[in-house]
């Protein structure tokens, strides 16, 4: 429930006061207010300290002059443990001057003994707002957490493909040291091959780390992530900005995992608020939309449908293009405390829930965020939208010249529980399946330059290769297919490729591969 003065009932009230039935007056003042308080008195700083200790206040009520004791150095004593906890002088006889000071000093409000009529609207008030403050505070600090531990997975994935690469070569050398007359090579290659594997077994815990455990597949409801965004960034909101939040129908659901989908919308609305220092307004709003080829990118994988749009909008000073340009890029970021990878954790969690992000910004006019999230399939018996079986760890070799794609295609077969290996080229993928063995099955582009697809296939043949093939074909470049090496077990997928035709169609070649059927 979001705290509001009217819900702020049952408090807990440390007292510093050395007068009695000033104490009393204090304490009558909130009952009849209709506060439920449970109140603790001290008029020294040793009760005092150890009321803080003990006594877990929501609020401190104090007096501004005792003997021996006071108001200031009580402020002083709490303001070295607590930021937020408000703290009320009440006294009978502070001038402007001494409020003033007090204000400074970090107390949360002043007001005279004899005028104590908004004593429980200001207790009030400043405990709804120290809630609010620490709430923010905790959401901020678990965006940062769950940030930092963003780029651990990204460092553990990105140093894992590195180190894949570079060991993989020495399996290679440690092949052929091991076909060597000398026995002295032999032992050498033999250690080089042990390291190069238990390396490769490292690399491997570091690419399940960066893929993290599987999160919670369930049905979102847009509705309860708007209203529960809407409750997180209740306090976080500067009063010069208007927020507005379009909750979609009750009945709009996807799949996907809620605390992501949170955790990244939180982030995106949070930049904004930071984009509009001089204040403005942030929209968060949801559609429906229906993408076709033409909205991808060279580098994504294609999936037209129907969508929902999320967009974040805001109206502040926008970016220029070489900031959008460098959005995604690690570690990047435009604020002075920011880590530069709030960002690239939004998009991460998008392209999990088999998504896409797009930016539109001009510089001094704003920024809105697209994201398009997959809607819930309308027909179940729809072959091309019903859901594909994953992997079961088969080995998929994807040869693939442009890194991008590759990476892509990668990210895809992995996060759906296939173990990849990768090649650049024809040739690298003969290295790979001399040093690895051969794979459960190969992707392949099939426009394949310093080897072509027909070489590589041919080659493949030449090596005893006989499990199926995925070939990705570019229309526009037809293919001899009655010119083709016989194998036996080859599917033709036409590029752009989309998601759900990659894995269905890698899929159904393992699976009739295995019944020893021919497709």
């Not at 000071?101 to 009030?124: M, P, Q």
């Not at 939040?245 to 919308?265: M, S, Y």
């Not at 080897?451 to 995925?470: H, K």
Request: glycine letters at 8%; one cysteine or more; a negative charge.
């Amino acid at each position: 429930m979001p705290v509001t003065e009217q819900n702020v009932t049952k408090l807990r009230v440390l007292l510093v006061e050395d007068e009695p039935l000033d104490a009393e007056l204090i304490i009558d003042e909130l009952h009849n207010d209709g506060l439920t308080i449970d109140t603790r008195l001290v008029d020294d700083e040793a009760g005092f300290r150890d009321a803080l200790d003990t006594f877990d206040a929501d609020a401190i009520i104090s007096d501004l002059s005792m003997p021996g004791f006071g108001g200031y150095r009580a402020l002083e004593i709490l303001r070295e443990r607590d930021r937020l906890m408000p703290f009320i002088f009440v006294s009978g006889t502070i001038g402007e001057e001494a409020a003033v000071k007090a204000l400074k000093s970090g107390a949360t409000d002043y007001l005279l003994k004899g005028k104590l009529a908004r004593l429980a609207s200001a207790v009030r008030r400043s405990v709804q707002q120290a809630r609010e403050s620490k709430a923010r505070e905790r959401t901020e600090v678990e965006l940062l957490r769950a940030q930092r531990f963003e780029s651990l997975a990204m460092l553990a994935g990105g140093l894992s493909h590195d180190l894949r690469n570079i060991l993989q070569p020495l399996l290679l050398t440690a092949s052929t040291l091991n076909e060597s007359n000398d026995q002295e090579l032999r032992k050498h290659g033999a250690l080089v091959g042990d390291c190069a594997q238990r390396g490769l077994q490292m690399v491997a815990s570091m690419l399940s780390f960066a893929r993290g455990a599987k999160v919670e597949v369930e049905r979102v409801q847009l509705g309860v992530l708007f209203d529960a965004l809407a409750m997180l960034l209740r306090g976080s909101v500067p009063g010069n900005i208007e927020v507005e939040f379009r909750k979609p129908q009750e009945d709009v659901a996807i799949e996907g995992n809620q605390t992501e989908l949170q955790q990244c919308l939180l982030n995106l609305c949070l930049n904004a608020l930071q984009a509009m220092p001089k204040g403005g307004r942030l929209v968060m709003s949801a559609e429906a939309s229906e993408i076709d080829g033409q909205f991808f990118d060279d580098d994504e994988l294609q999936s037209p449908g129907a969508y929902v749009k999320l967009l974040v909008t805001d109206t502040g000073i926008g970016m220029d293009d070489e900031v959008r340009s460098s959005l995604f890029r690690p570690f990047f970021t435009t604020k002075e405390s920011g880590t530069g990878l709030g960002l690239i954790s939004c998009k991460r969690i998008v392209t999990n829930h088999r998504g896409y992000l797009r930016v539109l910004s001009e510089q001094g006019k704003g920024t809105t965020f697209e994201i398009y999230l997959p809607l819930e399939a309308a027909d179940a018996g729809d072959v091309e939208s019903a859901p594909v079986p994953g992997g079961n760890g088969e080995r998929v070799l994807v040869v693939v010249e442009r890194l991008g794609k590759q990476t892509m295609l990668t990210d895809t077969l992995e996060l759906n529980g296939y173990e990849v290996t990768t090649a650049g080229s024809g040739s690298h993928a003969l290295q790979k399946i001399a040093a690895l063995g051969a794979p459960d099955i190969v992707v392949m582009d099939a426009d394949l330059n310093l080897m072509s697809g027909v070489e590589t296939i041919s080659a493949l043949l030449d090596r005893d290769y006989s499990g199926p093939l995925v070939l990705l074909v570019n229309p526009s470049h037809p293919i001899d297919r009655e010119g083709l090496p016989p194998l036996e077990h080859m599917r033709f997928v036409q590029k752009p490729v989309s998601v759900q035709l990659l894995l269905r169609s890698v899929r159904e070649e393992l699976d009739a591969c295995a019944s020893g059927k021919k497709r």
